[in-house]
């Protein structure tokens, strides 16, 4: 008896031991045609035994970095990168007898895309809804080494898991490599490119439909007063779940090293913009504790969402998400937003999904190439009013000072979006107007309205305008009284 209880536990550690062996490998993001990012300590991690010594080669270099596996069966080493180029490079790691090489390693910019559907629509587009000369784009990538995506696909998990469960890989901006690129994203990274002459890697992690407490932590959402109980869970839209999308496709690849983050979310959110600043504000701060960044180095570019006809409890709530989007983003350290509201067809106003993505994409990168990479003869900032007054001499003009619009506006006929109301409450359209050069003021007034007291523009669930700035920035929505 004693004899084979001996044999019984022998043979458990056995089994023990085989099953705790992990393959000696790359972790996600890191394989082959990855992008590292420039003049960095750049994460390279990968699986393998606890508590064994792995030793890392970079071929850039020929520094050799040296781990010790962690109990979660984890590496990590922090490799020096070199300025960006278009040189391949090759980083080879070993353990004992095992050896692996990551082939075709590019260095460069590296930016992490997230957010919900408008963020993931590829350049394929989705079904009945197209991305606009998405055909060109497919026949005309930016080239292999000049944009390069590494998508984390769709996995909802009700606790963190450490890898990550479906992707395609690095792919590379080919004839055929592009289709499956969010847009946005890929746009951002083709204007960096062009502008920075350099490698972009864009680590995307989308999911249509998520809310903003979809990319937060359980106990996160549960503070805010939200029920995360698994029944409460399961009753919710799939896309709409708190905290799982934060667990399956954001702890996987967190504190891959990048230069920073972009954002286009928000619709989920509509009708819930009394709480939304706090929450984005979390959001961030939560984002960049998971990549290391203690003193809000890593930038967060959000997009306002686009204009578009809710319905139900969310009807006519879009304008004020919009406001608690800016506010957001002036609240944030090192944030900023674009602002979206002229990119939509009068077509569009059922579609989610508005077709001019590359665009969006562009003005992500104007405010990148900006604030980040200090160009600062790009314009990257909307106007925005920041006061209203009347008229001293004409009680039917209202004045409306805005800011960024220094050299003027593109327009002061065939105004589209500008509205004007008397005590009444009643709108009006504003079609012509007249910036004042010296004060970045706009004179507004209407012959329907003899004492205005209300201005709006762009103020409504699907309400487009198209006015814009001297360097071609559309003016931020807004609605504002005069006393």
């Not at 669930?461 to 920035?473: K, T, V």
């Amino acid at each position: 008896m004693k004899y084979s209880k001996i044999l019984f536990s022998a043979a458990a550690a056995l089994m023990f031991a085989f099953s705790a062996s992990a393959e000696f490998s790359p972790k996600y993001p890191c394989s082959d045609s990855m992008v590292l990012q420039q003049n960095a300590e750049a994460l390279v991690w990968g699986h393998g035994d606890a508590g064994r010594k792995v030793s890392v080669k970079t071929s850039w270099d020929g520094n050799t970095y040296t781990a010790t596996v962690a109990p979660d069966g984890v590496w990590r080493v922090y490799a020096k990168t070199p300025a960006a180029s278009y040189n391949h490079y090759e980083i080879t790691a070993k353990c004992g007898g095992e050896t692996f090489t990551i082939h075709d390693v590019l260095v460069g910019e590296v930016w992490i895309a997230s957010g919900q559907s408008n963020m993931e629509m590829p350049i394929r587009g989705f079904y009945n809804c197209p991305v606009e000369n998405a055909n060109h784009h497919l026949a005309n990538p930016a080239g292999a080494d000049r944009v390069r995506m590494f998508t984390v696909c769709i996995d909802q998990p009700d606790e963190p898991v450490a890898d990550v469960a479906k992707t395609r890989g690095w792919e590379k901006a080919t004839v055929g490599g592009i289709a499956e690129m969010s847009a946005t994203a890929y746009f951002f990274a083709e204007q960096l490119n062009r502008s920075l002459d350099v490698p972009v890697g864009i680590l995307a992690l989308p999911r249509g439909g998520a809310r903003v407490e979809s990319w937060l932590p359980r106990a996160t959402v549960e503070k805010f007063g939200e029920d995360c109980s698994p029944e409460a869970v399961a009753a919710r839209n799939e896309y709409t779940r708190p905290f799982q999308m934060y667990n399956g496709m954001q702890q996987p690849v967190k504190g891959y090293t990048a230069r920073g983050f972009i954002w286009y979310q928000g619709c989920s959110n509509v009708g819930e913009d009394g709480v939304f600043v706090v929450r984005m504000t979390e959001l961030v701060r939560q984002w960049r504790e998971d990549w290391g960044d203690k003193d809000s180095s890593m930038p967060f570019y959000q997009v306002e969402v686009a204009p578009y006809r809710y319905g139900g409890g969310q009807q006519d709530k879009a304008p004020a998400l919009r406001a608690a989007q800016h506010e957001a983003a002036r609240v944030i350290p090192n944030s900023g937003i674009i602002c979206t509201n002229d990119l939509v067809y009068p077509y569009e106003w059922y579609n989610i999904h508005p077709c001019q993505k590359q665009p969006v994409g562009q003005r992500l990168a104007y405010m990148a190439l900006n604030r980040t990479y200090g160009c600062r003869t790009i314009a990257c900032n909307s106007p925005e009013a920041v006061s209203i007054t009347r008229n001293a001499g004409d009680a039917s003009m209202l004045l409306v000072k805005f800011s960024n619009c220094n050299n003027g506006i593109d327009r002061e006929q065939g105004v589209e979006g500008l509205e004007v109301a008397g005590a009444d409450g009643v709108f009006y359209p504003v079609a012509s107007v007249y910036m004042d050069w010296q004060g970045s003021i706009l004179q507004i007034r209407s012959p329907e309205v003899a004492y205005p007291v209300t201005v709006r523009y762009g103020w409504g669930d699907f309400r487009p305008g198209n006015l814009h700035n001297a360097e071609g920035l559309p003016f931020v929505p807004f609605c504002l009284s005069a006393e």
